[in-house]
């Protein structure tokens, strides 16, 4: 018994790339929507606290692109409460950024 396995056509891997060009792109959009806005230090909204320094900490990756190309959009909320905004954004950032430890450290068996 021969079985063969063909290699996918040109126009396969065309249309494949260009879908996942699309999926790529579409996934840049929606997530730079995530980016934390204008830092109005004096509004009278109040100061930022735990919640919103989670969301920070979420997001943080997203805002640091935006952060290189536009002076409007900073890393960090200044006008915050303090410890609480402090451990919020901790907790939001390591929770992002290991994303891929437990991964790495599964052992293969």
Known sequence: MDIRVEA?????RTRR??????F???????TAGCAAGVNEATGGVGSAGFWLGL????????TFVISLFTDT???Y?????????????F????SILSGGS????????
Not at 8 to 12: E, I, M
Not at 17 to 22: E, Q, S
Not at 102 to 109: K, P, V, Y
């Open 8 to 12: 996918p056509s040109g126009r396969h």
């Open 17 to 22: 790339l260009l879908c996942n060009a699309l």
């Open 24 to 30: 790529v792109g579409a996934a840049i959009l929606l």
């Open 55 to 62: 969301w920070h900490g979420f997001i943080l990756p997203v």
């Open 73 to 75: 959009v900073n890393l």
């Open 77 to 89: 909320e200044v006008n915050n409460n303090g410890n609480w905004y402090d451990v919020g954004f």
């Open 91 to 94: 907790l939001g950032v390591s």
């Open 102 to 109: 437990g991964a790495a450290s599964r052992s293969r068996g």
